[in-house]
Nanobody, 115 residues
Framework: QRQLVESGGGLVRPGGSLRLECVASGFAFYNSIMSWYRQTPGKERELIGSSATPDENAVTENSVKGRFTISRDNPKNTLYLQMNNLQPEDTGVYYC????????WGQGTQVTVSS
């Protein structure tokens, strides 16, 4: 069965960093467009950015450009989200998603930025 398993979330102080990891199984990860989303309290789920190939990664959410980086390791079937200089407003649930007509979501992982 298709599966996306996320890890790496947790509690971090403002200015700190986290790297989220999404391990995929049950489908051809190497030719799948993958994305990171997040949902903060009281807001709709928003797209952070996407990865099409190891050389085609883009963060599209303006508030995190320059702080977040998306990458992928196809041999490991893994998508990454490196988050630097985290701020309290980054607190929320972060989701991995396979895009397209056969797309589906991961379970999400909590990120909390607090002193």
């Amino acid at each position: 069965q298709r599966q996306l398993v996320e890890s790496g979330g947790g509690l971090v102080r403002p200015g700190g960093s986290l790297r989220l990891e999404c391990v995929a199984s049950g489908f051809a990860f190497y030719n799948s467009i993958m994305s990171w989303y997040r949902q903060t309290p009281g807001k709709e789920r928003e797209l952070i950015g996407s990865s099409a190939t190891p050389d085609e990664n883009a963060v599209t959410e303006n508030s995190v450009k320059g702080r977040f980086t998306i990458s992928r390791d196809n041999p490991k079937n893994t998508l990454y989200l490196q988050m630097n200089n985290l701020q309290p407003e980054d607190t929320g649930v972060y989701y991995c998603k396979k895009e397209g007509s056969s797309g589906f979501w991961g379970q999400g992982t909590q990120v909390t930025v607090s002193s």
